[in-house]
């Protein structure tokens, strides 16, 4: 069994497609669509890393990420956050409240197995 | 009897401005030229009938002469000058330009709120783009869309070994996002140019006001069939004005294709423009007007028009499908309402496409003609008028925008500015 990502993101078929990638790249694949059950989902096995969509149904990205930070089991997390929305101060919410990476949509296949691969390396 | 410290001076200065004398003015008035001349020094009290004879004489506003409105243009000339502190004002003398010309000041005071209130506007539609839930739910749709192609066609590429189940299932998602791209795509570009179109109700100008009203009625006025009027008096005043314009000439049209005949000539003849000019005897933009504002509920192609003037400012316009045309001149000049404008006289017919999935092929009919009085020494205007339709056959079509920038054709000797998209 591979190392464990989770990927929180409510659209399909991009969970397919990075399902498909980090699959094929030897990681184990969680994925989870809701954001208002996001944190139950980290909380019942904390995975090596969470790639995390900002505009999720029932809970934004960010207060998610905001939990993250405060629990000490997730603290640590390397955490990728995917927005639609690549503006300065987007990336500075984000990364104000904790995050590893941030990746703006569209993004290519190649900068998020890059990414996945830095942040699990680090 | 009102006390006005210096209403006298006003006077006075008005008098003098109009270059008449004392003693006449004080003739007109049935008064004294000594009783005006302690007037003028603000040694008498001035009533108020005098005051409105003054006004009448001096051919000014009684407000303005009175000093009434003084204080209500002062605020605004303090503001108009603290908008603009590069350019030095003599604030001192702001009472001063008030009295003495008061008709400017008002104008300054006018044009200072008339600043004010479209900046107020270019912020609401600027926070509208930036924060409006419906914007923001639409983009992030399209981009998560594009984001779900991009990376499933990346998979296919770039793995040739992709085993079968997973390439057809790749192949559904692509098939199924770009459907949706092309729905969302379309939603957000209709709504960017609803709102900015239309703008807030509050805020829209009396044409845009013009334009909801005409959308209301779905373009279609009975009233005129019968040449009578619909009631508009709980329009504003320079709205109504505008409709009450559109609707005297669709009444005109009216009058020269009665829609009986019309109608009944309009099925025989397949609605071909030409030959109903010809079979009415009647120039071809009236026919192309009737054409777009018959009854919608008798089962007649759906059909727009728009016109605009020289300068190609539409100046009226019924959209259909998705055709509407940028008001203001930013409209996309290969429209063939613009190449009749380049050609007065000459009729123009032409198949064209927005880009874009799933973009409707129009069959465009445009002319551009003399309207108005003929009269020497006097410039001509011009009109063109261009009557929009679904295409029907197989003509391939030209591609038009809709405008610089929402379009997203990159390779156009026409672009004026980068596009947004």
């Keep these: 069994m591979g190392r464990r990502v989770l990927l929180i993101e409510d659209e399909p078929n991009i ?10 790249d030897g990681w184990t694949v969680h994925t989870h669509s809701d954001g208002e059950t996001a944190m139950d989902k980290v909380m019942q096995s904390v995975p090596e890393l969470i790639i ?29 956050m995917l927005t639609a929305r690549g503006q300065a101060r987007d990336r500075e919410l984000a990364t104000s409240l904790g995050a590893t990476q941030f990746m703006t949509k569209p993004f290519s296949n190649a900068d998020v197995l890059d990414s996945v691969r830095a942040l699990a390396a680090s | 009897m009102a006390e006005r410290a210096l209403t006298g001076t006003r006077v006075r200065n008005r008098r003098l401005d109009l270059g008449l004398r004392q003693a006449d003015v004080a003739r007109q008035l049935n008064i004294s030229g000594s009783y005006l001349n302690l007037i003028e020094h603000n040694r008498r009290r001035i009533t108020d009938p005098l005051l409105a004879e003054l006004a009448l004489v001096l051919d000014i506003d009684v407000a303005l002469l009175g000093g009434g409105t003084a204080d209500a243009i002062l605020g605004p000339l303090a503001e108009a000058a603290a908008a603009f502190p590069d350019v030095h004002i003599e604030n001192t003398k702001a009472e001063e330009l008030i009295d003495r010309f008061p008709g400017w000041a008002a104008l300054i005071s006018a044009q200072a709120g008339r600043i004010a209130q479209l900046e107020q506007r270019a912020q609401a539609l600027g926070d509208r783009l930036a924060h409006d839930t419906q914007i923001a739910s ?28 997973w390439r057809g299932r790749f192949h559904g998602n692509i098939d199924t996002d770009a ?18 179109e239309a703008g807030d109700g509050a805020l829209a100008t009396p044409v845009e006001a013009a334009d909801t009203v005409m959308a209301t009625w779905q373009h279609y006025v009975p009233e005129v069939e019968t040449q009578t009027f619909p009631d508009l008096m ?29 109608e009944q000539a309009a099925r025989a003849m397949a609605y071909d423009p030409a030959r109903l000019a010809t079979r009415f005897h009647v120039p071809l933009e009236v026919v192309l007007r009737r054409l777009a504002h018959l009854p919608p509920d008798q089962g007649h192609p759906a059909m727009g028009v728009a016109t605009c003037d020289a300068a190609g400012v539409v100046t009226y316009q019924k959209p259909v499908l998705d055709f509407r045309m940028a008001r203001a001149g930013a409209a996309c000049p290969l429209w063939p309402l613009y190449q009749a404008l380049t050609h007065p006289g000459r009729a123009v017919r032409r198949v064209v496409q927005m880009p874009g999935v799933a973009r409707t092929p129009f069959e465009c009919f445009a002319i551009a003609t003399p309207v108005g009085d003929v009269a020497f020494g006097v410039e001509q205007r011009i009109e063109a008028t261009m009557l929009v339709r679904p295409a029907r056959g197989d003509v391939a079509p030209e591609t038009v925008g809709p405008g610089c920038r929402i379009c ?14």
């Design chain 2, 179 to 196: 459907a949706r791209l092309a729905e969302s795509s379309q939603a957000l570009l209709g709504f960017l140019d609803t709102e900015v």
């Design chain 2, 234 to 262: 709980q329009l504003e005043p320079a709205t109504r004005e505008i409709v009450e314009g559109w609707i005297e000439r669709m009444g005109q049209d009216a009058a020269r294709l009665p829609l009986s005949s019309f």
């Design chain 1, 15 to 24: 969970i397919e497609a990075i399902s498909y990638l980090l699959s094929r």
């Design chain 2, 408 to 421: 997203a054709v990159e390779s156009c000797a026409s672009r004026r500015h980068p596009s947004i998209v």
């Design chain 2, 138 to 165: 639409s983009l992030h749709e399209v981009i998560s869309t594009a984001t779900a192609i991009r990376s499933t066609a990346s998979i296919l590429v770039e793995s040739p070994d992709l085993d079968p189940d």
């Design chain 1, 52 to 80: 995390l969509d900002v505009m999720l149904p029932g809970r934004s990205g960010y207060d998610i990420l905001r939990d993250l930070r405060a629990q000490s089991a997730t603290a640590d997390v390397p955490v990728m």
